[in-house]
């Protein structure tokens, strides 16, 4: 009885360049992951704050709006569009978001189809026929990240002016004791 102590390295290649594949494609994955949810993370603090500055202003002017000239509604005004911006920045991060989300899965899934494909090559063939795939870039996703920093960009400005316009007025108010 004859026993086959052969090594197949063609197989050994494969499984070993098909775990370093499959382990390189989880780690990019996971550091996409953890970059954006960072970037999420930091707008959700950039447009609660801006929501936060612009609802603040608009309280304290409402609350000495008996005391203060008619010019006071301008600002008050600019408040109102300053909030109304951040709630549009909030939703238009959250599609741009969205939009990245599922570019990098289709490029995730086109990577390890291909990866499969040249295995499947090379088991055939011993060389790779499978040509690598262009991964997809999101022109769309960074023209709405862009609008969506606009947005608080104007929201933080309708904060500011109005500032601006009302605080000489409300330094000039008698203090209550």
């Known amino acids: ?5 052969s090594f197949n390295y063609k197989k050994s290649w494969i499984d070993l360049h098909k775990g370093r594949g499959l382990a390189l494609l989880e780690t990019s994955k996971e550091s996409s992951i953890a970059h ?13 704050g801006a929501l ?28 109102a569009i300053g909030a109304v911006f951040a709630v549009l920045c909030a939703g238009l991060s959250y599609i741009t978001q969205r939009v990245y989300a599922k570019i990098e899965l289709d490029n995730i899934q086109s990577q390890i189809q291909y990866f499969f494909a040249a295995v499947l090559d090379i088991m055939k063939s011993d060389k790779i026929n499978t040509t690598p795939p262009k991964l997809k ?15 608080w960009i104007a929201s933080v400005s309708s904060f500011s ?12 108010l008698p203090v209550n004791q």
């Open 1 to 5: 009885m004859e026993q086959d102590n």
């Open 52 to 79: 936060l500055l612009n609802g603040t202003a608009g309280i304290a002017i409402l609350y000495n709006v008996k005391q203060l000239p008619k010019e006071i509604h301008t600002s008050l005004c600019l408040c």
């Open 36 to 48: 954006f949810n960072a970037i999420v993370g930091y707008s959700k603090i950039a447009i609660n």
């Open 161 to 172: 002016y109005a500032v601006y316009i009302v605080f000489p007025m409300l330094s000039n």
């Open 137 to 151: 870039k999101s022109s769309f996703g960074h023209i709405l990240s862009a609008f969506a920093c606009l947005t």
